[in-house]
């Protein structure tokens, strides 16, 4: 069935309706389970009161002769005010459980059409079915059935006596045979006891009643039965009704779990979407699987995601392009320049031509600057795998000191490792980041430049560090931003585009790894840090 629109828009005003559905639902469940539980109960409280009177019935007519039982059970069926009739077990319509009980021996209670009782049971060793019908247990019939009970048990003597009363015995009806009169009747009780009466006892603090008989013994002495005390049904226990409210909260906790367990589970695909977009995975969608309100957001943030995809993969193509194309006016100036450099002998030209062709160096590191974040920065890069293989740390460390140590006469370049150190990486891309954070060191140090490598358990770790200005902590985030120019010491003696940072920022970023900058404890200048993760087991040395 379709729900309504109002509920297919709104997520919040469905998932409310839902509980509120769940809650009915679970309070429905709550009182057919009471109804039911009590039911149960009662049925099997009807089952143990209605067991002794039948066991004795059974036991009396299975004694009788064949011919004489039809005559018997309408006799005491007069007698006690209860219809009683004998069947074969095939032609009685019985379920199949139903005949189960009555073979095991037990007694079936049906509800007649009239409200009234329908028992059933098994006579003992025969295949036939004693039916008892009755509109309600009155005083009378009580005392017939105690009388009943008191001639069959005169019958026998001793032990065998004992041995009928043991075969009535029902969890609803106790029966005690003692040889001493009961102590708790009154003096007419007990006289009306004597005279060989059922006497009834009520106990109103307890809803129940007793009764009370004399059976004569072979000695000339006697014996009393006491039978009961029968109890009234009994209400559900407190703690059988806190059971069923436990498990019908935990099955209301459940049901309501699983509810907001949906909506949670679609905002955390949202969530895994934004984060993935955050970490430069801009192809990154969100599968809407309805219209409803978390449907429309899934579908608002992926036009944002595309829009953002597009426009930044706009800003890149534009980037290069205006890069490349740079370089063709910057290729012609550099040709002018030498014609002139060639046609001219003057030494102040000279001096500005060299000037210009500096100039044209820089101009020309830019445009490679340029291209190189615009290509480590688009999303293809991201999206694309990488190429690595094993690196040896050491070996490209001591490359890029070879290197740079030309360019700076004037400071020492250290190097430092305990031993061989590998990594899984793209090596080109690692170099260049390890070689801009030495050159930029270099360019803020005032001696000294050490790099530093390390194997810790789960990364490779590379410090550069100077004993230049070092880096405020309140411009540390901001260095890696590209085109970033700090307004302090170490930013005016540098110069420098801007980029370099940046660059090493993308490549760490791009192989899984960080990039980070505090102070170094020992120069006291700045320390620049590489974290690589480690994909392999470290190599031993």
């Excluded at 429309?296 to 595309?306: D, E, I, K, P």
């Excluded at 690692?430 to 390390?454: G, P, W």
């Amino acid at each position: 069935m379709a729900l309504p629109r109002v509920l297919v828009d709104n997520t919040f005003l469905r998932v409310y309706v839902l509980i509120a559905l769940v809650l009915v639902l679970t309070g429905g469940l709550a009182v057919g389970g009471f109804l039911l539980v009590d039911r149960v109960r009662r049925e099997h409280y009807h089952e143990q009161l209605a067991t002794s009177p039948m066991a004795l019935l059974t036991a009396q007519l299975a004694a009788q002769p064949e011919a004489e039982r039809a005559a018997w059970l309408q006799r005491q069926g007069r007698e006690l005010d209860i219809a009683l009739e004998l069947h074969a077990l095939p032609s009685h319509p019985l379920s199949y459980f139903e005949r189960a009980r009555l073979e095991a021996g037990r007694t079936l209670v049906e509800t007649g059409d009239e409200g009234g009782w329908v028992l059933h049971r098994m006579l003992p060793g025969e295949p036939r079915v004693l039916t008892a019908r009755l509109s309600s247990l009155s005083e009378h019939q009580l005392l017939g059935l105690a009388g009943m009970l008191g001639r069959w048990l005169s019958e026998v003597q001793g032990e065998a006596r004992r041995e009928r009363l043991e075969q009535l015995q029902g969890s609803a009806i106790p029966l005690v045979l003692t040889e001493t009169p009961p102590e708790d009747l009154e003096p007419g009780q007990l006289a009306r006891l004597q005279d060989a009466e059922v006497v009834i006892r009520l106990l109103p603090q307890r809803w129940a009643l007793s009764l009370y008989l004399r059976l004569p013994t072979e000695t000339a002495g006697l014996e009393w039965v006491q039978v009961g005390p029968l109890n009234a049904f009994e209400p559900m226990p407190l703690s059988l009704s806190i059971l069923l409210a436990v498990i019908i909260l935990l099955g209301l906790a459940g049901a309501i779990y699983v509810i907001v367990r949906g909506v949670e589970a679609r905002m955390a695909r949202l969530e895994l979407a934004a984060t993935r977009i955050a970490s430069g995975h801009l192809d990154t969608r969100v599968k809407v699987e309805s219209g409803d309100f978390m449907g429309r957001l899934g579908m608002a943030f992926n036009g944002m995601a595309a829009q953002v995809q597009s426009l930044l993969r706009a800003q890149q193509e534009m980037i290069r392009a205006v890069s490349h194309e740079l370089r063709t006016p910057v290729a012609r100036i550099r040709f002018a320049v030498q014609m002139v450099e060639d046609m001219t002998d003057d030494q102040a030209v000279r001096r500005q031509l060299v000037g210009i062709d500096s100039d044209i160096e820089e101009l020309d590191g830019l445009i490679d600057e340029i291209l190189t974040y615009a290509r480590l920065g688009g999303d293809q890069v991201q999206t694309m795998p990488m190429e690595t293989e094993p690196v040896d740390c050491l070996a490209m460390a001591r490359r890029v000191v070879e290197a740079l140590s030309p360019l700076h006469g004037e400071l020492r370049i250290e190097l430092v490792a305990d031993g061989e150190v590998e990594v899984e990486a793209e090596p080109r891309y690692l170099q260049r980041a390890l070689q801009n954070l030495v050159a930029n060191a270099c360019s803020h140090a005032r001696s000294v430049v050490r790099v530093t490598l390390a194997a810790e358990p789960r990364a490779v770790r590379l410090d550069v560090e100077d004993d230049g200005p070092g880096v405020p902590e309140a411009h540390r985030q901001a260095v890696f931003k590209p085109f970033a120019r700090l307004d302090d010491s170490r930013t005016r003696r540098s110069g420098g585009y801007g980029l370099g940072l940046s660059i090493v920022h993308k490549i760490m970023a791009w192989h899984g790894g960080s990039a980070m900058v505090d102070d170094s404890p020992e120069l006291g200048g700045a320390r620049f840090t590489l974290l690589l993760p480690r994909r392999s087991p470290p190599r031993e040395t």
